[in-house]
């Protein structure tokens, strides 16, 4: 490496460009950068002086090559390559170094401090306003302590004004006081430099002074003011403990810069071994030479407070689900000294058999809340006791309170699954309570048609969230699609059997999918009368109609359904001709449709038919008077039926066919 020294203005220009990329450097990668101006900065023998003169400017140093440079397009790194050297040249006149042009001879710097601010203080040119060929102001900075271990380049803004101002804040200097060294190079729109003003400040230091805060949340903080020295501050630290038992439960806070010289340290009253008693805090500096210093000392006495403001506990059963009700501290918030709460809850019905205890959690209003699920106590309703201890830091009982509540009488809710698989549909109950409490729910459930002929009691089982559940197999029923009414009654711990509601699903599958399967049995211009309620399947003269009757003329076309095999074919009961296909479903049930009252049968038992085969024609047959089958018994209209999976009972065929829209249908 080959040495040179910065006299000569050209050379002053290069060694300027190296300042302009070395602080231009200092933003892209700042550590890189403060190490190369650093290693090039001025002696210690350099700063005694530069409080009047501007000194930073570093020689031209040896030019080695320096990768963060090329990061800086504007930099040409063969030109400007970074400082490596600790050459130095501290008794080189710093008028050699300065370039003044007649527009900032006259410019100065001012430095003020806010009074409401101990750490910051602004500095500002003054006479840059207007001046067009300023491009921008640095302003080195350090402390006088320790040579430049703590330089900073402020870049300056514009003020409105005009002028350029940076504030220095000493928490950028390690929180040391004492006398500032700042520097301010005025630059021109090319770099170069226009002229360099050294100047100082001397930040003053404050008397330490020690507080305490009001509890919140159950902390306080330790706050400290005019910590910063000359020596400044690496680390301040708070040990604190509480009176009884002495040091037994000393800990090591940690205190944290908050601005304007000021530390604060939060002491969690939860981390010590009482919740009241006097709270001692030490405080103490270590300094940037290693130096751990005593400051001073506080206290603070900590009552507890629910000796002048007792406990008080509400609960709330929930609107949207009455099987829980809510308990909740109503004065807690911001008490200190609470570790826990926990609340004793028992129905008063035969003492504390179903006692538990539910622990508090802190909800957002800084109130303990628990929820309580009647599941947990047998699912008994009506009074019960809430006992709430409030626990302190050993575990100790600092308050308690007994609150009775009596918890509502439920709204049982009951639901049906839309889907009816394999046969079977499920019923849902749930929100189901008694002052007895629940031992089981049974659910008689029978079809609708005949009455009570197939009822079944039907065991609910358990499924969580209080919640009982039972499965209904239609198969177990006489009549498959029809309206299946279920009774609840719960069983409660005396053994008693209590109704609880009543409810009914009515089985037709999903005849939104059922439909377009199935052809319709007559040309789509026939079809029941929407409103004459004796067209359709359902009660009529006290017997359930089985089927519906579509009005149509004498040797209209009745058609199959669906491709099948003719399993009756000829008189039959009230329905004179008869004919009756065996289908199978889109889900693969077996599903018979029958026609009655034909004037002609055109298949034969036994014989396969395809949908929409003509199997007959529309006429009005059936029994006259004397029981014999006669050709117009009635006026002409088929008379078309369902019967579910092999079964001898009759459906309502709009399971399948959509009479009240034929051309909802397949064909
Ligand atoms: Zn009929």
Redesign the pocket.
């Known amino acids: 490496m080959k040495k040179k020294k910065c006299n000569s203005i050209k050379s002053l220009v290069i060694c300027w460009a190296l300042i302009m990329f070395v602080s231009a450097g200092q933003i892209l990668a700042q550590d890189e950068m403060e190490f190369a101006v650093q290693e090039n900065a001025l002696s210690e023998k350099t700063e005694v002086r530069t409080d009047t003169k501007p000194a930073l400017q570093p020689e031209n140093p040896e030019t080695t090559k320096d990768t963060a440079g090329s990061d800086n397009a504007d930099v040409k790194v063969d030109e400007v390559d970074a400082v490596t050297t600790n050459d130095q040249n501290p008794d080189e006149e710093l008028s050699e170094t300065v370039k003044t042009t007649t527009g900032v001879s006259d410019l100065r710097i001012i430095i003020s401090q806010a009074a409401e601010n101990k750490t910051q203080f602004t500095v500002s040119t003054i006479g840059c306003a207007g001046k067009a060929e300023i491009g921008r102001v640095l302003f080195p900075t350090w402390t006088a302590r320790n040579g430049q271990d703590d330089l900073h380049w402020y870049e300056g803004t514009r003020d409105k004004n005009g002028e350029f101002c940076i504030t220095i804040d000493s928490k950028d200097h390690g929180y040391e006081t004492g006398s500032y060294l700042i520097h301010t190079y005025i630059n021109g729109q090319q770099g170069e430099i226009l002229k360099v003003v050294g100047s100082s400040y001397n930040l003053e230091e404050s008397q330490p002074v020690i507080s305490m805060t009001e509890v919140l949340n159950n902390c306080f903080k330790v706050r400290i003011s005019g910590i910063s020295n000359r020596n400044g501050v690496s680390d301040v630290v708070v040990p604190t403990w509480t009176q009884i038992n002495g040091h037994d439960d000393l800990r090591w806070e940690k205190a944290t810069y908050v601005g304007n010289d000021t530390w604060e340290a939060v002491i969690n009253i939860a981390d010590y071994k009482q919740s009241y008693d006097t709270f001692i805090s030490h405080v103490y500096v270590t300094d940037k030479n290693g130096q751990q210093k005593y400051l001073g000392a506080t206290t603070k006495i900590i009552d507890n407070p629910f000796a002048k403001d007792p406990l008080e506990v509400t609960a709330q059963q929930q609107e949207n689900d009455g099987s829980k009700f809510v308990i909740s501290t109503q004065n807690c918030s911001k008490k200190p000294g609470i570790k826990q709460v926990d609340f004793a809850v028992w129905s008063n019905r035969n003492g504390q058999d179903e006692i538990r205890w539910y622990q508090g959690v802190l909800g957002a209003n800084g109130e303990y809340l628990a929820s309580v699920d009647i599941e947990n106590h047998g699912f008994e309703t009506g009074p019960f006791i809430i006992h709430t201890y409030i626990k302190g830091n050993n575990g100790e009982t600092i308050s308690f309170a007994s609150v009775n509540f009596t918890l509502a009488k439920l709204n049982p809710i009951i639901e049906y699954d839309k889907a009816v698989l394999n046969n079977t549909f499920k019923i849902r109950i749930r929100n189901v309570g008694s002052e007895n409490g629940v031992t089981a729910i049974m659910m008689p459930t029978w079809s609708r048609s005949n009455g009570q002929d197939d009822l079944r009691w039907e065991p609910a089982t358990y499924i969580g969230n209080h919640t009982w559940e039972a499965n209904i197999n239609l198969r177990n029923y006489n009549i498959i699609v029809d309206a299946f009414i279920s009774h609840a009654y719960l069983v409660d711990k005396n053994g008693k059997m209590v109704f609880v509601k009543d409810s009914s699903k009515t089985i037709l599958q999903n005849t939104a999918t059922v439909y377009g399967f199935y052809n319709y049995p007559l040309d789509k211009n026939y079809k029941p009368n929407p409103s004459d309620p004796t067209d359709w399947f359902g009660p009529r003269w006290g017997d359930i109609?089985e089927?519906v009757?579509i009005p149509a003329p004498y040797y209209a076309s009745c058609y199959a359904v669906g491709n099948g095999i003719v399993e009756k074919a000829g008189f039959f009961m009230g329905y004179g001709r008869y004919v009756r296909i065996r289908t199978t479903d889109r889900y693969g049930e077996s599903v018979s449709f029958f026609y009655?009252h034909l004037q002609e049968i055109n298949v034969g038992v036994g014989q396969s038919v395809s949908k929409g085969q003509k199997i007959g024609s529309v006429g009005g047959s059936g029994y006259n008077a004397q029981r014999t089958y006669i050709d117009n018994a009635y006026g002409p209209h088929l008379?078309f039926g369902a019967i579910a999976n092999a079964d001898d009972a009759c459906v309502d065929p709009e399971i399948w066919i959509d009479f009240h829209n034929p051309y909802s249908n397949a064909n």
């Open positions: 109609h089927g009757d009655g008379h």
